[in-house]
């Protein structure tokens, strides 16, 4: 079974700048989440659809991040303008519908903002 | 209420070894508890978890102790291997939410 796949491993940004990360799941997961990992720190939930719907995106700056799902499958991320403080990892994860379904993460992508 | 303390934030243990983290919550509707690994420029994968009607549970080498009295898990890693070293993140889940502790960045050595 394929995991899930996140592009690109990698991104360097000035402030203010705009950047885009895109997510595809594990075949079959109708729930994704994108998560914020702070170096030292666990991953933070930014926000989590079911299908092609939010459930829940109450941790999102949506000042400057904004997050779609459209066909209900592969997901991007958004940053725009980017700050200093966004500097993270930004995992994205997918799980089977239902309670207790463990969640797969991706590699992440490591955004740095200059 | 939604936060997970994870402790220590570091460990240093011997090869053959057992390694010990702790977990703390103080939110009552958490009802299922995972352990998650982390390798360096890795995501997180799914170690081993526990619903608290369960006071533990044990895969190979890894225990997952816990107290529901006392809002309190943790992790046991018997007889540490220096593949084990990596950051180990627990965590709670209500709802459909998963709130993840600071990590604990595990070191066994040889």
């Known amino acids: 079974e394929a995991g899930v796949a996140q592009s690109p491993r990698y991104k360097i940004i000035e402030k203010r700048q705009s950047v885009a990360f895109w997510c595809n799941p594990i075949?079959?997961?109708?729930?994704l989440y994108w998560y914020q990992q702070i170096l030292g720190q666990g991953p933070k939930l930014l926000i989590q659809?079911?299908?092609?719907?939010?459930?829940?995106d109450s941790q999102l700056p949506k000042d400057r991040f904004s997050a779609e799902r459209l066909k209900g499958v592969d997901s991007t991320l958004k940053i725009q303008p980017a700050k200093l403080e966004d500097s993270a990892v930004y995992l994205c994860?997918?799980?089977?519908?239902?309670?207790?379904?463990?969640?797969?993460f991706g590699d992440g992508t490591r955004l740095s903002i200059l | 209420q939604q936060q997970v303390k994870q402790s220590p934030q570091s460990l240093i243990v011997q090869k053959g070894g057992i390694s010990i983290i702790n977990c703390a919550y103080e939110n009552t509707a958490f009802d299922y508890f995972p352990w998650y690994q982390q390798f360096p420029g890795k995501g997180p994968a799914l170690l081993i978890a526990?619903?608290?009607?369960?006071s533990e549970k044990k895969e190979g080498r890894f225990t997952i102790s816990f107290n529901k009295s006392a809002k309190q898990f943790s992790l046991h890693i018997m007889d540490s291997q220096p593949g084990d070293s990596a950051t180990y993140f627990c965590?709670?889940?209500?709802?459909?939410?998963?709130?993840f502790g600071q990590g604990t960045r595990l070191t066994i050595n040889p």
């Open positions: 994860a997918s799980s089977l519908t239902g309670p207790n379904q463990p969640q797969h």
């Open positions: 526990i619903r608290p009607d369960v």
């Open positions: 965590a709670a889940r209500a709802g459909q939410k998963l709130v």
């Open positions: 659809f079911q299908n092609n719907g939010v459930v829940d």
């Open positions: 075949s079959g997961h109708a729930t």
